[in-house]
């Protein structure tokens, strides 16, 4: 079997709900990221073998084939585009590099999209004369009423459940746009799109704005904020996924090795901690003890699930998010997966050989996405 290597990763910028993408449509988006790629590896349009991007929002359809054509990939690559919530991106990702590792393909463009401000609004057929169609906001992640609650909810049973207190939720979030305003990502990390060339949400966020902030959901222990639940946004990332022989080909200088990778299952009443085990098993069957993990990249949709997966996980948190997380950019759903695979990939850039990064990401409904990767 052939091994998978990750040789080129671009995003746009993230920016919040109804900012500067409220008009880039969500194809668009990702056709920025993947002509970045594609030049920045010089690969031939026609030597793609696929297109994978998560997506969650778009309302049906193949945006990832839209994205393809509209990025000037020839007609014969074929596109898909998979479902997984947040999980879709990063496990986009992986499914390329099964494709590469079973010998199946040579060239994989993975990742993920979103876009917030161009979502469709949902709403169900009526059921027969006279009633009103129903408007809804989300589709059932568990078939059990009473195990599928709201994220935010939820969030805030985790923070109460694993006693992560609402200070060490505001800590986290502060650390979070510290680093993203210290570490910002650049030109060769980020394609500028519709004038943006950074992230946008960043900010110089304080103690005593966060001990300000009403609970969206819990009690004054253990309550999340405004502060401590990424914003909804929009956004695109990219990876290319090739062979051994297809890096070699390239000349790629500083190719990223998959390890391995995980998905898992788990309860859907307690969806955060999910990527606990899918990390500790790809761990586990790799040999590999948590502290050797110099690079983690663990999704913050909210500051309690992020803690509770890095205290589980058992990654030392000066590795974690070194150029912040979701809580300071963003959560573009489908994409966000797939942005953490491509801040791996650049903070892993500058590392020795030989270190060991993780990106791991929890789902709606219980799910848990983690790969491991080595320079």
């Given at each position: 079997?052939?091994?998978?290597?990750?040789?080129?990763?671009?995003?746009?910028?993230?920016?919040?709900?109804?900012?500067?993408?409220?008009?880039?449509?969500?194809?668009?988006?990702a056709?920025?990221?993947?002509?970045?790629?594609?030049?920045d590896?010089?690969?031939?349009a026609?030597?793609i073998?696929?297109?994978?991007?998560?997506?969650?929002?778009?309302?049906g359809?193949?945006?990832?084939?839209?994205?393809?054509?509209?990025?000037?990939?020839?007609?014969?690559?074929?596109?898909?585009?998979?479902?997984?919530?947040?999980?879709?991106?990063?496990?986009?990702?992986?499914?390329?590099?099964?494709?590469?590792?079973g010998?199946?393909?040579?060239?994989?463009i993975a990742?993920?999209?979103?876009?917030?401000?161009?979502?469709?609004?949902?709403s169900?057929?009526?059921?027969?004369?006279?009633?009103a169609?129903?408007?809804?906001?989300?589709?059932?992640?568990?078939?059990?009423?009473?195990?599928?609650?709201?994220?935010?909810?939820?969030?805030?049973?985790?923070?109460?459940?694993?006693?992560?207190?609402?200070?060490?939720q505001?800590?986290?979030?502060?650390?979070?746009?510290?680093?993203?305003l210290?570490?910002?990502?650049?030109?060769?990390?980020?394609?500028s799109?519709?004038?943006?060339?950074?992230d946008?949400?960043p900010?110089?966020?304080?103690?005593?704005?966060?001990?300000?902030?009403?609970?969206?959901?819990?009690?004054?222990?253990?309550?999340?904020?405004?502060?401590?639940?990424?914003?909804?946004?929009?956004?695109?990332?990219?990876?290319?996924?090739?062979?051994?022989r297809?890096?070699?080909?390239?000349?790629?200088?500083?190719?990223?090795?998959?390890?391995?990778?995980?998905?898992?299952?788990?309860?859907?009443?307690?969806?955060?901690?999910?990527?606990?085990?899918?990390?500790?098993?790809?761990?586990?069957?790799?040999?590999?003890?948590?502290?050797?993990?110099?690079?983690?990249?663990?999704?913050?949709?909210?500051?309690?699930q992020?803690?509770?997966?890095?205290?589980?996980?058992?990654?030392?948190?000066s590795?974690?998010?070194?150029?912040?997380?979701?809580?300071?950019?963003?959560h573009?759903?489908?994409?966000?997966?797939?942005?953490?695979?491509?801040?791996?990939?650049?903070?892993?850039q500058?590392?020795?050989?030989?270190?060991?990064?993780?990106a791991?990401?929890?789902?709606?409904?219980g799910l848990?996405?983690?790969?491991?990767?080595?320079?």
């Amino acid at each position: 079997m052939s091994a998978a290597y990750l040789v080129a990763a671009r995003r746009t910028a993230v920016a919040p709900r109804g900012g500067a993408f409220k008009a880039v449509e969500v194809d668009e988006l990702a056709a920025a990221a993947i002509m970045a790629v594609m030049a920045d590896t010089g690969i031939a349009a026609a030597a793609i073998d696929d297109v994978i991007l998560g997506n969650a929002l778009y309302g049906g359809g193949n945006p990832a084939r839209l994205a393809a054509l509209r990025a000037g990939l020839p007609d014969h690559v074929p596109a898909l585009t998979i479902d997984g919530q947040c999980c879709g991106g990063l496990d986009a990702v992986m499914l390329a590099a099964e494709r590469i590792i079973g010998g199946g393909a040579d060239a994989v463009i993975a990742g993920g999209v979103e876009s917030f401000s161009r979502a469709p609004l949902r709403s169900r057929r009526p059921r027969h004369a006279g009633e009103a169609p129903q408007p809804y906001d989300r589709p059932p992640f568990a078939p059990w009423p009473e195990r599928d609650p709201d994220m935010i909810a939820a969030a805030a049973t985790l923070a109460e459940r694993y006693g992560i207190s609402r200070a060490r939720q505001d800590e986290f979030a502060i650390l979070s746009h510290r680093k993203a305003l210290q570490n910002q990502a650049g030109a060769d990390e980020i394609v500028s799109l519709a004038g943006l060339a950074h992230d946008a949400f960043p900010r110089a966020l304080t103690a005593a704005v966060c001990a300000r902030l009403a609970p969206l959901a819990g009690d004054a222990a253990f309550g999340v904020t405004r502060a401590t639940v990424a914003v909804e946004a929009d956004a695109a990332a990219v990876l290319l996924v090739v062979s051994e022989r297809m890096a070699r080909r390239l000349g790629v200088r500083w190719p990223l090795r998959i390890v391995s990778t995980a998905r898992r299952g788990g309860d859907p009443a307690m969806p955060g901690t999910a990527p606990i085990a899918a990390a500790q098993s790809l761990l586990a069957a790799e040999n590999i003890a948590p502290a050797r993990i110099a690079v983690a990249e663990i999704m913050e949709a909210f500051a309690a699930q992020a803690i509770a997966c890095v205290d589980g996980i058992g990654v030392s948190l000066s590795a974690v998010n070194r150029g912040g997380g979701a809580l300071a950019r963003g959560h573009p759903i489908g994409a966000s997966g797939a942005i953490l695979a491509v801040r791996l990939w650049h903070e892993m850039q500058a590392q020795p050989a030989g270190t060991l990064g993780l990106a791991a990401i929890a789902a709606a409904g219980g799910l848990g996405s983690a790969l491991l990767a080595t320079v």
